[in-house]
Nanobody
Framework: QVQLVESGGGLVQPGGSLRLSCAAS????????MGWYRQVPGKERELVASITTGGSPKYAHSAEGRFAISRDNAENTVYLQMNSLKPEDTAVYYC???????????????WGQGTQVTVSS
């Protein structure tokens, strides 16, 4: 069994910063893709940032220059540093990981439970 547990969400004023963390645990063999998505009511979940095993990041246009994704492979953890936050960044942020388990080599996608980020004065 695999779990992804997010932390670090909350209420922040415009222009402020937050750091999200997502720790994967359980019978993990290898973690490949790790990413952060966000979703607001009535809209589809969208990719904010992703990072490969080797550390190569990709960002949505809305996140470029303000957000930074990183990962600690030894701790199976991915982070999202969010700076210069705007009200339109308000959403539930979800962690996603593509990984294989000790049961076999096949890759599966797992999601965290989500953490609320609210940017408001």
């Amino acid at each position: 069994q695999v779990q992804l547990v997010e932390s670090g969400g909350g209420l922040v004023q415009p222009g402020g910063s937050l750091r999200l963390s997502c720790a994967a645990s359980g019978s993990i063999r290898d973690i490949y893709f790790m990413g952060w998505y966000r979703q607001v009511p009535g809209k589809e979940r969208e990719l904010v940032a992703s990072i490969t095993t080797g550390g190569s990041p990709k960002y949505a246009h809305s996140a470029e220059g303000r957000f930074a994704i990183s990962r600690d492979n030894a701790e199976n953890t991915v982070y999202l540093q969010m700076n210069s936050l705007k009200p339109e960044d308000t959403a539930v942020y979800y962690c996603n990981a593509e990984l294989s388990t000790l049961s076999g080599p096949f890759r599966f996608s797992y999601w965290g439970q989500g953490t609320q980020v609210t940017v408001s004065s």
